[in-house]
């Protein structure tokens, strides 16, 4: 099969690979379409070590090799036998398998999983609509542990990926929706996809914003998604006293917080961590049209072009880049 292989940090190599055996309980997905995010990058700069050679890729489309049946690829899954395990917590299982990071992933024309993480695709619903299903499941597990209720206001902070479909889950929830971003750039773009109010940091003081557009001292509920040490800070500046901050982005650096304002505010700080049974919610949100994936999806590239997809997701015009396999 064809694959691009990654021998080592950018060292990214289109080449003949093996065809993956399925064991038991596992089976073989031809990938029609596949993602190309920022782990991703980070494993092809070398930033997040990996076992070489790898092949990358977990946001995943495709059709069982046996069947035809079209797929989409749950790409994460534990040992099921963990204390962790056994009491739900999955998602933070110690020995959690991800495809395209411990194992090998989906920039190839084959891919081997379990067979419990192929979903099968809705009906009259594209292929390209369906890539974003990952992420979004990660949105939807930050959203709910975020708790919303219908008339809330929120904010998102940034605007990449699960910003934008952060947005759209919090309004499927019934909320008002502020998104912040660190530019412009976006942001019409969010108001296109329901965003109630959009500010960027240019644009004045988040206390300030979050005031005028709650109509109150900030808003109930905040899901930051960029993934910076700033963003933190942001999402605290913008929240209410008593409120909610949904933390779903992993900084890579140390982060300030500013505790006082946690405990005299009364501020809950929750973590969210991928997914547990968000999935199937995702792909429900996606199939109802409650969720528009297209427009994120800026950029199509074909496997033996790889290269320049890596380059592509780095240029200011992009949000997610696909591969067309």
Same mark, same amino acid.
């Given at each position: ?33 596949? +993602? ?5 990058? %980070? ?11 790898? &092949? ?10 046996? #069947? ?27 020995? %959690?398998?991800?495809?395209? &990071? ?19 695709? !809705? ?5 390209? *609509? ?14 709910? %542990?975020?708790?919303?209720?219908? +008339? ?5 902070? +940034? ?23 660190? #530019?412009?750039?976006?942001? *019409? ?8 109010? &959009? ?5 004045? !003081? ?5 005031c005028r557009f709650s109509r109150r ?9 960029? +993934?910076?040490?700033?963003?933190? #800070? ?6 209410? !006293? ?12 140390? #982060? ?8 005299? %505010? ?39 072009? &790889? ?19």
């Amino acid at each position: 099969m064809k694959a691009a292989v990654l021998h080592g940090p950018r060292d990214l190599r289109v080449e003949s690979a093996p065809a993956p055996e399925p064991g038991t309980g596992e089976v073989l997905v031809n990938v029609t379409l596949a +993602g190309l995010c920022g782990t991703d990058y %980070r494993i092809w700069t070398g930033k997040r070590p990996v076992r070489y050679p790898r &092949i990358m890729g977990h946001e995943l489309v495709g059709r069982l090799v046996d #069947t035809g049946e079209r797929v989409v690829v749950e790409p994460n899954f534990s040992c099921g036998q963990c204390s962790l395990c056994q009491e739900g917590n999955r998602n933070l299982c110690l020995a %959690r398998t991800a495809v395209g &990071i411990d194992v090998d992933g989906g920039f190839a024309e084959l891919v081997r999983v379990p067979s419990p993480c192929c979903w099968p695709a !809705p009906a009259n619903v594209a292929d390209e *609509d369906l890539l974003l299903t990952e992420p979004l499941a990660v949105v939807v597990r930050a959203v709910n %542990r975020g708790a919303p209720n219908a +008339g809330e206001t929120a904010a998102v902070v +940034g605007a990449g990926t699960l910003g934008l479909l952060a947005l759209q889950v919090l309004r499927a929830r019934g909320a008002r929706v502020l998104v912040v971003s660190r #530019t412009h750039r976006r942001l *019409d773009l969010a108001r296109g996809l329901g965003a109630d109010g &959009i500010h960027a940091l240019s644009d004045g !003081p988040l206390d300030v914003a979050a005031c005028r557009f709650s109509r109150r001292e900030g808003v109930d509920l905040v899901v930051e998604t960029a +993934g910076a040490a700033e963003a933190v #800070t942001q999402a605290l500046e913008l929240v209410r !006293p008593g409120g909610r901050v949904v933390l779903t982005g992993l900084p890579h650096e140390p #982060t300030r917080v500013p505790f006082f304002n946690v405990v005299r %505010r009364e501020v809950t700080l929750i973590g969210s961590m991928i997914y547990q049974g968000e999935f199937g919610e995702a792909l429900r949100l996606v199939a109802s049209g409650a969720v528009r994936t297209r427009p994120l999806v800026t950029h199509h590239f074909t496997l033996d072009a &790889i290269g320049e997809a890596f380059v592509a997701h780095t240029d200011s015009s992009s949000i997610k880049v696909a591969l067309v396999i």
